[in-house]
T-cell receptor, first 113, second 112 residues
């Protein structure tokens, strides 16, 4: 069982470039999330989707966009990367917005120079 | 938004008990979770407790919930070097479009 797959694992990016982090889950979960993890700040929610076709803004959405065209995929796009977006990004999913264990991907480490 | 707070660091000697604490502000939580993150990896669920419970024990892990004080703790008995990791508490609320909130994480270091 794959669970949640994120790609790429690691990426170095020049400032101003566009970047899409991919996230795919095979558990047919309705709810999906993107978090960034920074030292001393823990996990901060960027965007979420409670079901296919809907998305919502989290705590730190500026500079990021998401789409949820189907149940399995939830890509995160940085339209024009800036150094402050250097972070480790985690995709997560759970059965629905109210119940179930939250499953995490292995993370994508992004460095913006 | 919801505030979930944890201490950033904890060090214990191998074989001792570890107690990781968490406080939260919203009393409408349904589930409270403890996640473990090992270096270079994602978070994995350790245990969880329903908000109508006071305690849950699972092998070396004991979760205590004090709803009156909005305080959650995770006790690890006989702590081992493999327990060194970052531990996150998280709260799931009954309502709201975004209803899952994480603490900042506590880095547990086990000294041999």
């Amino acid at each position: 069982i794959a669970g949640i797959t994120q790609a790429p694992t690691s990426q170095i990016l020049a400032a101003g470039r566009r970047m899409t982090l991919r996230c795919t889950q095979d558990m047919r979960h309705n709810a999906m999330y993107w978090y960034r993890q920074d030292l001393g700040l823990g996990l901060r929610l960027i965007h979420y989707s409670n079901t296919a076709g809907t998305t919502g803004k989290g705590e730190v959405p500026d500079g990021y966009s998401v789409s949820r065209a189907n149940t399995d995929d939830f890509p995160l796009t940085l339209a024009s990367a800036v150094p402050s977006q250097t972070s480790v990004y985690f995709c997560a999913s759970r059965e629905d917005r109210y119940t179930g264990e939250l499953f995490f991907g292995e993370g994508s480490r992004l460095t913006v120079l | 938004g919801e505030d979930v707070e944890q201490s950033l660091f904890l060090s214990v000697r191998e074989g001792d008990s570890s107690v990781i604490n968490c406080t939260y502000t919203d009393s409408s939580s349904t589930y409270l979770y403890w996640y473990k993150q090992e270096p270079g990896a994602g978070l994995q669920l350790l245990t969880y407790i329903f908000s109508n419970m006071d305690m849950k024990q699972d092998q070396r892990l004991t979760v205590l919930l004090n709803k009156k004080d909005k305080h959650l703790s995770l006790r690890i008995a006989d702590t081992q070097t493999g327990d060194s990791a970052i531990y996150f508490c998280a709260e799931s609320l009954q309502t709201g479009a975004n209803n899952l909130f994480f603490g900042t994480g506590t880095r547990l270091t086990v000294i041999p």
